[in-house]
């Protein structure tokens, strides 16, 4: 089965950081752009970050610009989300997403989420 | 940034309506939009896609149109599945994607 499994995720204070990982299985992950969408509670969806398949190029939303840092490693199927400076308002599920791309280019394929909760 | 404009925010309804929720852009997104249904508790899943293509394994009561800025999801039979949140989203000005707000489908 197609998979995308997020961790990491916990309680921090703000200003602090964590690092998101996503474990991809049972697809050639290295043929897709990836991203991460975030949802606080009780709240909509959020595009938060994208990754190119080869890494080359990477896009914030203007809320996370010079925060967060998306990379992958193709080599371990993995992406990641290293998240800094942490505020209030980031507190959310973040989920990892597979873009279609070259096909839909919509995302089709979602993990569970990993909670980041940011309180003092 | 494009944003995305659901109508109704909140609807209900009973089993075997006709559902039609409503997103609008606030410029056009040719037929760069999704949509996506989600369940409490649940990640997003993809209805909908360009407009108006169905996802592989989404029932045929789901459907998608409309181009430009606006654009329309209809349930031609509301099943006991469908309850759930249901968003819109635009690809068209990649990567500044955008959402819509959601429309929540209760029972009636």
Known sequence: EVQLVE?????????????LSCAASTFIFDDYTMHWVRQAPGKGLEWVSAIT?????TYYADSVKGRFT??????KNSLYLQIKSLRTE????????????????AFDIWGQGTMVTVSS | DI???????????SVGDRVTITCRASQGVS???????????????????????LQSGVPSRFSGSGS?????????????EDFATYYCQQLNSYP???????TKVEIK
């Not at chain 1, 961790?7 to 690092?19: F, N």
């Not at chain 1, 398949?53 to 190029?57: A, K, M, P």
């Not at chain 2, 500044?96 to 959601?102: E, L």
């Open chain 1, 7 to 19: 961790s990491g995720g916990g309680v921090v204070q703000p200003g602090g950081s964590l690092r």
């Open chain 1, 53 to 57: 398949w080869d890494g080359g190029s």
């Open chain 1, 70 to 75: 998306i990379s992958r490693d193709n080599s």
């Open chain 1, 90 to 105: 980031d507190t959310a599920l973040y989920y990892c997403t597979r873009e279609d791309t070259g096909g839909s280019d």
């Open chain 2, 3 to 13: 944003q995305l404009t659901q109508s109704p925010s909140f609807l209900s309804a």
């Open chain 2, 31 to 53: 037929s760069y939009l999704a949509w996506y249904q989600q369940k409490p508790g649940k990640a997003p899943k993809l209805l909908i896609y360009t407009a108006s293509s």
């Open chain 2, 68 to 80: 430009g800025t606006e654009f329309t999801l209809t349930i031609s039979s509301l099943q006991p």
């Open chain 2, 96 to 102: 500044q994607i955008t959402f819509g707000g959601g």
